[in-house]
């Protein structure tokens, strides 16, 4: 990234010498992302992050069909923040938001999806891995309904893009558009990416001067988009596998006090994901023993940081708002160490100890 932020200052959209090769270094970007993702060189658009891909992907297939007869949009209950709040803007373009209910382990319910189906569905947004809980939806299952009643699919595939098991493609997976944000795979923040599959009309939510084929409009941030491709290039095909031998070993290291809200033994979860709780103990007060020990975790998403709600997700699971307060989400990388991992079980078991002290003398 570091030519682009200096010396390399073009604008990829002037003609000059500067311009033209700020515009081949981001083509050649595109390039890699589009590999990827199984799509067409064409079909990628960059964009701000995955909030943005998903708001794009959602707001701009509404606008694009605002006068058609097809004016309901589903939505899983445990999605993202970015997906569910683009309710109210739907509502103000006449659309009616359905929330599709979940099982215990953050999952589609593919008969409740059935039963909403209709032909005035327009689009369905089912994620492709829940990003608090680690666990896969049956992308297939979800997609035949979907489009066995002509409704788009978007698929929010922040957290699966790095997964070289469960990475989501456009060529192989019934979907139609796919949302991916770069800081998920080691890049830098600020920059994500909607797959958009050719011929799916997306009207845009930023104009401006035809940028990103008149998609998204706004000057190309282009050390972002390179810093974007690079990280896609250095994803390895053992990388779930180093994330899962640290997961593993720290589930094992915390023991049977903390209580795991999947399988973390099956095929289908995130290898990088543990989410669970401490019963009878407070995330928040767990957390803030953590962060003095020197471990980063949280208890929900990371946009949610700070709120004093309990997770939706664990609300659509089932989950007592009680026991939403005990939840605790670790995520591990490929770089994590087994050593790493063992350090961290003993000091969240410290952690533990302390609360639980403490909440006995109180």
């Not at 006090?257 to 007060?285: C, M, Q």
């Amino acid at each position: 990234m570091e030519p682009w932020l200096g010396s390399e200052f073009g604008n990829p959209s002037s003609l000059y010498e500067e311009g033209r090769r700020a515009k081949a270094a981001i083509d050649e970007a595109r390039e890699t992302l589009a590999g990827r993702l199984g799509c067409l060189f064409g079909e990628i658009v960059f964009t701000s992050s995955g909030t943005e891909a998903a708001n794009l992907a959602i707001l701009g297939a509404a606008l694009a069909h605002v006068d058609g007869p097809r004016r309901r949009v589903l939505f899983g209950a445990a999605e993202h923040h970015c997906v569910l709040h683009c309710e109210p803007l739907l509502a103000r373009l006449g659309f009616r938001v359905e929330l599709v209910p979940v099982d215990r382990q953050a999952r589609t319910d593919l008969d409740a999806l059935e039963r909403s189906m209709g032909p005035d569905v327009l689009l369905g947004s089912f994620m492709h891995a829940n990003n608090e809980w680690g666990t896969l939806q049956d992308v297939e299952a979800i997609g035949s309904i979907l489009q066995r009643h002509g409704a788009l699919y978007l698929l929010d595939a922040v957290q699966t893009l790095g997964s070289s098991e469960f990475g989501p493609r456009l060529d192989t997976l019934p979907v139609d558009l796919i949302a991916v944000s770069a800081h998920k795979v080691g890049g830098p923040k600020g920059v994500g990416a909607l797959a958009v599959r050719s011929g799916i009309p997306i009207r845009p939510l930023i104009v401006g001067g035809g940028q990103e084929r008149e998609v998204r409009g706004g000057t190309e941030n282009v050390a972002a988009i390179i810093g974007f491709a690079a990280a896609v290039k250095a994803i390895r095909e053992d990388d779930d596998s180093f994330k899962r031998a640290a997961r593993d070993r720290f589930l094992g290291g915390v023991g049977s006090g903390f209580v795991p809200s999947a399988d973390y033994t099956e095929s289908d979860t995130l290898a990088g994901h543990a989410h669970g709780r401490f019963p009878g103990l407070n995330a928040e007060s767990i957390l803030i023993v953590l962060d003095r020990l020197g471990v980063s975790a949280s208890s929900g998403a990371a946009c949610s940081s700070g709120s004093l709600e309990p997770s939706h997700v664990a609300l659509s699971c089932g989950w007592s708002p009680a026991e939403a307060a005990e939840a605790l989400r670790f995520t591990f990388g490929h770089q994590t160490t087994l050593e790493e991992a063992i350090w961290a079980a003993e000091r969240v078991l410290r952690a533990a100890e302390q609360v639980a002290s403490a909440r006995t003398i109180a």
